[in-house]
């Protein structure tokens, strides 16, 4: 939640994603791990609640549309401070984590067996849709073939989905292909959080390291699993302008729709550091605890919160609220105005101050919440 934090504040900065610098690069890369992580887990939540609770299809069918709506909704116009709807509408990792869990509700009445084959036959697989994909991308329409395809795989490469000739217009970012897998094979994962400490501990080291082996081989020979290959700079130094270093091009791994790869460099190390994490005291882990206790209150504050200050640090900076800030972001906002970036130490500081004052929101939600029965508080 603190990391995903860092690329949100990084949008209302004006700060491209990515770049030929280390600096602005792993600004960015570093945020990667966080939607692998959050729909993966999310799986890993469900089993965990179909265990404790009685009717799992039913809670995943209401929480999944209340995702849904609340991206196309509050989330939406907390991205844009505007109420255009008819031409911008997101739909983000809240819209694809709510169709994931509309799909689980099914997926979760088979056998844990079939369940964890689903799901990692589309890690593995889906990357073999790649050069269909990318043949008829430029192609697609707004009947059912072309929504089909922009809603389930291409995402924002395509237009965006038109429901009618003046609109509205849905801009996909993340598409259900993968993601359904890794929620699907997350929720398989479930399981190993039933077994004893040591062994857990074994399981997640070795398929953690695992996946970064595999993340290695794949990408270092580019044989599979992503349609973006990296290479070296080339020694005579052609092209137009910096050549990008090659740790940069290696891990520049595609995110829309994540690569097979994308999601072993991700979802490896963090099933790797599983049982540090389990293992973690102190004040620095009670303090992050605190948002993993609320992390939907999280979400759902900390964009507004950061929009609100990118609009303060506007007209301290430029003595004006440049209408940029109220533009359709993050996908249809169009570059800032002259001088407006920010540079990367207003950035860090920006997201330090937004983890302060939402660690005592948080605080303050997480006891209320736990003292409270109203089950409506399972949903925030």
Known sequence: MVLMAIDHVRVFAGVPAGG????????????????????????????QYGRKHDGLSRFLLTRGILLVVLELTVIRVSWTFNFDFRQYMLAGVIWVIGWCLLM??????????????????????????????????????????GILWKVGYVAFFAAPVEFSPDGPRLYVLYSILPWIGVMAAGYAFGTVFTWEPARRARFCLTIGLGAVALFL??????????????????????????????????????????SLVFLLMTLGPTIAVIPMLEGARGM???????????????????????????????????????PWIFAN???????????????????????????????????WYADVKAKSRNPLLAYL
């Open 20 to 47: 030929q610098g280390y600096a602005i690069f792993f600004t960015r890369w570093i945020t990667h791990f966080c939607a692998p992580a959050f729909i993966f887990f999310a799986g890993t939540s469900a089993f």
């Open 104 to 145: 689980m509700a099914g997926i979760v009445k088979l056998p844990l067996r079939v369940i964890a084959a689903i799901g990692l036959v589309i890690i593995f697989g889906h990357n073999l849709l790649d050069g269909v994909a990318g043949g008829i991308t430029q192609s697609l329409g707004n009947d059912l073939r």
């Open 217 to 258: 081989v794949l990408r270092g020979f580019n044989l599979y699993g992503d349609p973006a290959p990296w290479s070296l700079p080339s020694p005579q130094g052609g092209g137009e302008g910096p050549q990008r270093p090659a740790l940069l091009s290696f891990l520049d791994t595609t995110k829309y729709p994540a």
């Open 284 to 322: 620095f882990a009670r303090l992050l605890t605190t948002f993993g206790r609320v992390p939907f209150f999280f979400y759902v504050l900390h964009i507004p919160l950061i929009h609100f200050l990118a609009l303060i640090i506007s007209k301290v900076r430029m003595g004006t609220v440049v």
């Open 329 to 363: 972001h993050p996908l249809a906002s169009g570059r800032p105005p002259a001088g407006y970036q920010w540079s990367l130490g207003l950035l860090y500081l920006t997201w330090l101050a937004v983890v302060v004052i939402l660690y005592f929101a948080c605080r």
